[in-house]
C-alpha cells in the first residue's frame, strides 16, 4: 500500500495537477490538506472517476482536509475539536489502518497569538492521540504539519532558528509525540539533506536550487513503521505550470 500526504493549496485550482499525479503516481491511499471549498463544492465525482473514493471537511477559501482512498473506507467523526470552527482534521480506517489527516495552523509569528493558537492546537492533537489510541495501534498520522523537525529539513537552519516553522516550542511538542510512539517514516528511510516538500513561491527556482523546507509528513506507530518499506518525496507536481508551493510526500507499507 502507497500512502501519500499532499498540501494542494486550492483543490479547485489544482484539480488537473491533482488528476494527472493520480494516474502516474497510483497511491493506494492520499490525505489532502488546503483543499478550500466547502462540501457542496468538492470536487468528488471528478475524484470518483479517477478510481478513488473519498471523504472531505470543508469550508470557503480556507483549511481543508479530504482523503481518497481506493480501498472501501470508514469515515468516522473526528471525536475531537480545537474549539474552532476550522476544517483541519479528518480521520479514517483503511485496511487495518488508521488514518489521521491534519492541517496544522502555521502560525505566523512566535509573537503572534496565531502561534499561541498553533501550539494549542498541537497540544490538543495530542491529547487526542493519546485518549483515543495507543502506542500499539495501527496508526498513521499524515498532513501538514508546518513544522520542519530538524536542521537536515530546512535549507538554512542557523538562519530560521528560532522562526516559526522550525522553533524550539515546535521541536518540544513534535518531541511529545514521538515519545509517544509515532515514528516520522520518511526519515526512517532517509537519512539525507536537501530533501524538502515545501517551495516558498517567492523565491525563484526554489525547487531546482534546494531552498525548502520538509514541514508535509507521514508519521507513524511502530505496527505501522514496521512494515514500512521505503518513503520518498516526489517533486514532479511542484515543476508543473501553476503548482502548489508543496510536493507530495509518500510512504510504501507492506499489507
Known sequence: MIIASFNLNSIRARMPILLEWLQDARPDLVCLQETKVVDSGFPELEIQASGYEVIFRGEKAYNGVAILSRHQNRNRPPQWEDGSEETRLIRARIGGIHIVNTY?????????????????????????FDSAFSPDTPLVWAGDFNIAPSPEDVYAPEVFAGSVGFHPDEHAILDRFRKWGFTDLFRLHNRGRDEYTFFDYTIRNAVKRKMGWRIDHIWGTRPVADISKRAWIDLRPRLLKRPSDHAPVLVEIKI
Do not use: C, I, N, T
Open 104 to 128: 496544522v495552523p502555521q502560525g505566523v509569528h512566535p509573537l503572534s497569538g496565531k502561534f499561541r493558537y498553533k501550539l494549542d492546537f498541537l497540544q490538543s492533537l495530542y491529547a487526542f
